[in-house]
């Protein structure tokens, strides 16, 4: 069974405290996301990386970093929270051969900034 | 850069009903591959059903097709004889050769038993 898990479910966090984000795939997938989703605008692209070490800016990386040492673990790092990065948080990966591999999803990092 | 719009925030149908939710993209690629993705109350995004742009027959997975107009760069989904399981947001994406995938705002959908 395919697994992509992020740590936390929930997260409570207070303003200019620096926040990671740990998320782990078990399928060897090259590719791994990082997105945000808020309501009425979807899910808006981070960061992802299709390899180790490798890191490529999605449509907002703005106050936002991640770090690729293993290829099982993807991290999201928030340098400095601020109130406007409370949202809820999708890790996914998928494999990088072919423009159709199905990309699996963790179940999310409800994040409040305070 | 490519960007996929999804207009219909949210929809309600009566169980059994049919149901289409509307998705429209742009992209600069020449091949790419276009998704629906739902998210039910659990959170957790499951694939739905997904299309070749180059692939002029439209996708079908037991209930669910799409209408893939690639001239007006538009890829609905249907949902045939609603279920009750079928409540949740849904999300159309798109993917080029960048390996970037794309989402839209997504659609809430209920269905009424």
Not at chain 1, 61 to 87: C, D, H, M, W
Not at chain 2, 16 to 29: K, R, W
Request: charged share 20%; with cysteine; glycine share 6%.
């Amino acid at each position: 069974d395919v697994k992509v898990t992020q740590s936390s479910r929930y997260l409570v966090k207070r303003t200019g405290e620096k926040v990671f984000l740990e998320c782990v795939q078990d399928m060897d997938h090259e590719n791994m996301f990082w997105y945000r989703q808020d309501p009425g605008l979807g899910l808006r692209l981070i960061y992802f990386s299709y390899d180790v070490k490798m890191k490529e800016k999605g449509d907002i990386p703005e106050g936002y970093s991640v770090s690729r040492e293993k290829k099982e673990r993807f991290s999201l790092i928030l340098e400095s929270a601020s109130t406007n990065q409370t949202s809820m948080y999708l890790c996914a990966s998928s494999l990088l051969t072919g423009l159709q591999t199905e990309a699996f999803f963790g179940q999310g990092t409800r994040l409040t900034v305070v | 850069a490519q960007t996929v719009t999804q207009s219909q925030p949210e929809m309600s149908v009566q169980e059994a009903e049919t149901v289409t939710l509307s998705c429209t993209y742009d992209t600069s690629e020449n091949n790419y591959y276009l998704f629906w993705y739902k998210q039910p109350p659990s959170r957790q995004m499951i694939l739905v059903i997904r299309q070749e742009a180059y692939k002029q027959q439209n996708a079908t997975e037991n209930r669910f097709s799409v209408n893939f107009q690639k001239a007006a760069k538009s890829f609905s989904l249907k949902i045939s004889d609603s279920q009750l399981g079928d409540t949740a947001m849904y999300f159309c994406a798109s993917r080029g050769g960048a390996q970037k995938l794309v989402f839209g705002q997504g659609t809430r959908l209920t269905i009424n038993p």
